[in-house]
């Protein structure tokens, strides 16, 4: 009678565990998917109406790698939240035997690689809006023209530079709900192993 009680409360915990891999994983992929998206069809909207796409101000060298690698994060924890949803499978399996210890390095993965993506793109963020910055306070502070005549060494912020930013926030709050949905599956992993000890 106890032997059944416990295999029923493994089972129970374990199914448990298995829904919220799946739910959580499921959730955090199509977030990224669909954050992801938005900048994008930002930009390419942009650049099929746009008359001129970009104007004469220089982005930095480093702010690009930055961007590059906050985006291939992003694709990795895309990823492994799609991830997320197959480890949900086979912990299901009845003849499974995944060590609990395991899937605590599998979630603390995401959540590493979703902080160092967090970082990144804080980074990006903050290096273009002092750019961004440095060009407005450059400016004469009456107002930004409508039109303007580009005449040697003058240099303006164009509509590129402010879907940059928006796809920037973006990222970074698709970055935000993934750490948090990789913090509360830490903590449902960390309670089924107490539970299993």
């Avoid at 793109?121 to 903050?126: A, D, G, I, Y």
């Avoid at 530079?161 to 709050?173: F, H």
């Avoid at 993934?178 to 992993?189: D, E, K, N, P, Q």
């Amino acid at each position: 009678m106890l032997k059944e009680l416990i295999d029923s409360l493994q089972s129970t915990n374990r199914e448990s565990l298995a829904n919220a891999f799946s739910r959580l994983g499921w959730s955090g992929f199509w977030i990224q998917i669909v954050v992801g998206a938005i900048p994008i069809i930002l930009m390419v909207y942009f650049f099929t109406f746009a008359n001129s796409p970009s104007g004469p101000r220089a982005g930095l060298p480093m702010v690009e790698f930055l961007t590059l690698g906050s985006l291939a994060l992003l694709v990795f924890t895309t990823f492994w939240f799609w991830r997320y949803t197959r480890i949900a499978k086979n912990i299901r399996a009845p003849q499974s035997t995944l060590p609990l210890d395991s899937l605590n390095q599998t979630v603390w993965t995401g959540i590493v690689a979703s902080s160092i993506g967090i970082l990144l793109s804080v980074t990006v963020v903050f290096v273009e809006a002092s750019h961004l910055l440095f060009y407005f306070l450059s400016s004469p502070q009456a107002g930004v023209p409508v039109i303007q005549a580009q005449t040697a060494g003058t240099s303006w912020v164009s509509a590129v530079d402010m879907i940059s930013l928006m796809a920037l926030i973006l990222v970074l709050a698709a970055e935000v709900a993934v750490l948090v949905l990789g913090l509360w599956l830490l903590f449902r992993t960390t309670q089924s192993c107490q539970a299993a000890a």
